[in-house]
């Protein structure tokens, strides 16, 4: 099984940066893809950006040019950083290992 915990999160003001953190443990082997999703209030979760081992990356187009998610050698952790943040940005973000494993969020919250 696979384990993921995030970090980072917090408050910032608009235009602000954060980066996410998320450390994988356990049969990491089996991780290809991973990602990093969000839920706003009231909203629906919806996928920010993934990475796959290749190094393939894709974005939601309302991050593309801000938000880059990256992973170190290993394989292990893996990164969102976040640039220009707007206050549409709030949410909890959820790093996710092969669309079926989930970390327990961690809050970012952009003030105007």
């Known amino acids: 099984q696979v384990q993921l915990v995030e970090s980072g999160g917090g408050l910032v003001q608009a235009g602000g940066s954060l980066r996410l953190s998320c450390a994988a443990s356990?049969?990491?082997?089996?991780?290809?893809?991973m990602g990093w999703y969000r839920q706003a209030p009231g909203k629906r979760r919806e996928v920010v950006a993934t990475?796959?081992?290749?190094?393939?990356?894709d974005y939601i187009n309302s991050v593309k040019g801000r938000f880059t998610i990256s992973r170190d050698n290993a394989k292990t952790t893996v990164y969102l950083q976040m640039n220009s943040l707007k206050p549409e940005d709030t949410a909890v973000y959820y790093c996710?290992?092969?669309?079926?494993?989930w970390g327990q969020g961690t809050q970012v919250t952009v003030s105007s």
């Open positions: 990475i796959t081992n290749r190094g393939n990356t």
């Open positions: 996710n290992a092969n669309f079926a494993i």
């Open positions: 356990g049969s990491i082997f089996s991780i290809n893809t």
